[in-house]
C-alpha cells in the first residue's frame, strides 16, 4: 500500500484509451485493492503482473516511464536505477522522490493520492515522445551528476571543507 500500485493501477485504467500501452507491476502484491484491480476484465492482457524479480534494476531502460506513486517514501532505489538507465520517472511528491526528481526537469512529480494527475502525467508523456526522451536523458545526467561514488565522494568532502573552515 505505500508503494500506491493501487494508485498507479486505477491510472492505468483511466489511460485504456492509449492502446499501445502496456503496464508491468514488479514486486509482491500484498494489497487487495491491488489485487482486485488487477482482475479487472478491462486490461484485456495489457496489464502483466511479475511479482518478485531478481535484479530487476537491470530491466529499468527498457521501459518508457517508471512510475512511483508512493504514499510514503524516502528515496527508493528502484527510482534511482530507472534514473540511471535513462527511463523517465513519474512520481509522487512523497519523501525524497520529489527532490531527486525535478518536477519537469528530469522526469515528472505528480501529488500523492491523485490519480487524475498522475494519469494527466503519463499520457501527457506518451502523447510527446520528444519530451519523454528528453526527461529520461536529464534523469540520467541528475543522476550521474548526483549518485555516483565519485560525485557523493566530491560532496562529502566539500562538506567536511566546510565544517572544519
Known amino acids: 500500500p505505500v508503494k500506491g500500485t493501487d494508485l498507479l493501477l486505477r491510472a492505468g485504467l483511466e489511460c485504456l484509451d492509449l492502446a499501445d500501452a502496456h ?11 491491488v489485487e482486485r484491480l488487477a482482475t479487472d476484465g478491462r486490461w484485456r492482457g495489457r496489464l502483466h503482473m511479475a511479482g518478485r524479480v531478481d535484479g530487476a534494476g537491470s530491466l529499468a531502460g527498457a521501459f518508457d516511464v517508471f512510475a ?23 512520481v509522487s511528491d512523497a519523501g525524497g522522490m520529489k527532490e531527486m526528481v525535478r518536477n519537469g526537469r528530469d522526469g515528472l512529480v505528480v501529488p500523492r493520492e491523485n490519480v487524475a494527475a498522475l494519469a494527466a502525467a503519463i499520457r501527457s508523456l506518451h502523447a510527446d ?20 561514488p565519485a560525485a557523493f565522494a566530491d560532496r562529502v568532502l566539500a562538506a567536511h571543507a566546510r565544517a572544519v573552515a
Open 23 to 33: 503496464w508491468l507491476v514488479i514486486g509482491e502484491v500484498t494489497d487487495r485493492r
Open 68 to 90: 512511483m506513486p508512493s504514499r510514503h517514501e524516502g528515496l527508493c532505489r528502484a527510482l534511482l536505477e530507472a534514473m540511471a538507465a535513462g527511463t523517465c520517472p513519474v
Open 129 to 148: 515522445r520528444g519530451r519523454l526522451a528528453e526527461l529520461g536523458a536529464s534523469a540520467r545526467h541528475r543522476m550521474a551528476e548526483m549518485c555516483t
